[in-house]
């Protein structure tokens, strides 16, 4: 059955933002659950930022390996770059900005 289809997912259509860090790791995670929740509680006007230490891996790159699965489930995943805070600001962190939509993340 859709999860979209039950009634807990029309109380998770009240969340504006969701949160999440240290999730992307291929060693320990795989990234299919990840994006498999993403789908379930990301709705129309939802917004998920997800906090990202960019790591190898040595199977697949795991950022276009992310934007390529939840492109696969109707997710736009955008790397935000301003607005950021200069003192927090690193080579290796990003945050992302995942939502209903067509990607426009090159991978």
Known sequence: ???????AFDLVQQYDVVL?????LPKLYP???FVGCLDN?????TEALV??????WHEFDPKSRFVELCASQGL??????????PDF???DLEIWR??????TEKQ
């Open 1 to 7: 059955s859709n999860p979209r289809d039950s009634e």
């Open 20 to 24: 999440a860090a240290e999730c992307i």
């Open 31 to 33: 990234l299919e659950p």
């Open 41 to 45: 509680v990301i709705g129309p006007s």
């Open 51 to 56: 906090a990202v230490e960019l790591r190898t």
């Open 76 to 85: 736009r995943v955008e790397t935000i770059t301003e607005g950021l805070d």
């Open 89 to 91: 600001i690193a080579d």
């Open 98 to 103: 995942v939502t209903r939509g067509a990607s």
